[in-house]
């Protein structure tokens, strides 16, 4: 079973909802089973690139509230936050553009890295002192971290045309399925999650999608045919 995550790096109810699914995936019987792909979102594109935006004022500005109101409601996360075991910064931290995070995660994505590169992301993000929006060498910092090599990050970053194409194409895919926000989750393309849900939600959602899923259909041919098997592969009989 194949299950799919929108989401982006500066999207805190995605750093929260990814800690909740992985409790619930930890605990499920078919765990071993279970492919995790995390597809690209960008909540917004119009930040500059390789500079970070104090969260706290920019906050404050989009929902025309205080800068004390803005940092209760960062509080209130990371009080969420701190219930699934995650450190989490209230107070000095950045947000930033993060097209170029997705195409490093896309490239780790090939190398088996994906999920190891975006807690990596995260955890620059939203619980440690510096900014993961310094530029370049921040991101190599990151990937080299999460088991990239630097210089395969660094040739990524130089072109900005790797792995585009393919962020791209997740965010249409997002938008047909329906997806306004994240973190999504898409089970096995029948079923679909939105939010940060409780593990109880996710473990559920788990079950009922495996239960649901479409059994193969084996089309037999007019005899049986050759085939390898666990003991081997038979050689053909002789006429």
């Known amino acids: 079973m194949r299950v799919e995550i929108w989401t982006d790096i500066n999207c805190p109810w995605c750093y929260v909802g990814k800690a909740r699914f992985d409790k619930a995936l930890d605990g499920f019987e078919h765990r071993d089973r279970v492919e995790v792909v995390h597809r690209s979102f960008e909540l917004d594109p119009s930040h500059p690139s390789g500079e970070g935006v104090p969260v706290v004022p920019l906050l404050a500005r989009k929902y025309g509230i205080t800068e004390a109101q803005a940092v209760q409601a960062e509080r209130r996360i990371a009080d969420n936050a701190a219930a699934e075991g995650l450190e989490y910064r209230t107070e000095g931290r950045d947000v930033g553009n993060s ?77 047909q399925l329906g997806a306004t926000g994240v973190p999504f989750f898409v089970l096995d393309r029948a079923y679909g999650v939105s939010g940060a849900q409780p593990v109880e939600a996710f473990r559920q959602a788990l079950g009922q999608a495996w239960a649901h899923r479409s059994p193969l259909t084996v089309v037999d041919g007019p005899q049986d045919a050759e085939a390898c098997g666990p003991d081997g592969c038979a050689p053909p009989a002789r006429d």
């Open 99 to 175: 097209f170029d995070m997705h195409r490093l995660l896309h490239l780790a994505a090939e190398h088996g890295r994906q999920g190891a590169l975006i807690d990596v992301l995260y955890r620059a993000n939203f619980a440690e002192e510096r900014s993961a929006f310094e530029g370049d060498e921040r991101l190599v910092e990151l990937a080299v971290e999460a088991g990239l090599a630097a210089e395969e990050a660094r040739a990524v970053l130089a072109d900005p045309e790797r792995y585009a194409a393919e962020v791209r194409a997740d965010e249409r895919e997002a938008a």
